[in-house]
Each structure stands twice: as C-alpha cells, then as structure tokens.
C-alpha cells in the first residue's frame, strides 16, 4: 500500500474536509524559503495513526514524510487552538460522516486531553529521555 493510499484510508475525504474547516489557516513565511512544509493531510494522517493505535510520537512511521517532532509540534499547535473538540463536533454532528471519521476524530480528542492532563506517557520529551 502506497503513501497517498494509506493517508486517504486514515482520513478520507470527508474527514479531511471536516479538518479544513475547523483548523486555522496554515502560517506562512513573509520571507520566504526554508524547507517545503510537510503535508497537513499526511500530518493529520500519522496523528490519528498513532491516537488510533497508542503508538508513540517517535514510532510513528516515515510513511508520512515528517519527522515525529514535526507531526507532535502540529499536534500541540492544534491541541492547543482546539481544533480537535471542533473536528469531533463537526464529525458527531454531521449524520453522515463515516463512523470511521467519528472514531479517528474521538481518539485524536482524547491523546489531546491526555496530553494536557501532564500525563508523561503522552509527551514525547519524557518518552525515552535518558537516551
């Protein structure tokens, strides 16, 4: 299974279109250049991989084209503009969202509040710190 097919089988469309609305706009750089950001559908795509599985940030598979420490800062960034109590309002309220999208979008609310309840299994700095 391909990058693009394992990405589209984690958030479909309807999933994703659900995310756009919900998230805030992506910065930007006035000045330009630095490196080609990283995909927000693959992102979201290794976010709700590792809520769905109980993976860790740094076992989170290359698949996804960014690094652990880039999907858990969009994470964070998200958690803490409350994207996450938005997406899964917007999936649980739309009739006919896919049960998947109503799954993914519950486990990817409930590593962000266990990321913020200071639960150290769920930030990545103290997984494996003394290596």
């Not at 598979?61 to 994207?83: H, L, N």
Request: glycine share 8%.
């Amino acid at each position: 299974m391909g990058a693009a097919m394992v990405v589209e089988h984690l958030v479909p469309d309807g999933l994703w279109e659900a995310f756009q609305r919900v998230a805030p706009p992506a910065p930007t750089r006035p000045q330009g250049g630095g490196r080609r950001r990283a995909s927000e559908r693959d992102v979201l795509a290794a976010i709700v991989l590792a809520a769905t599985t109980g993976c860790t940030w740094r076992r989170v598979p290359p698949v996804f084209g960014a690094s652990w420490q880039t999907i858990y800062r969009w994470f964070a960034c998200w958690s803490d503009s409350g994207v996450w109590d938005r997406l899964y309002r917007a999936v649980s309220e739309d009739g006919g969202a896919p049960e998947w999208a109503r799954f993914a979008a519950e486990a990817v609310l409930a590593r962000a509040k266990q990321n913020t309840s200071g639960d150290e299994a769920a930030n990545p700095e103290t997984v494996n710190a003394a290596r």
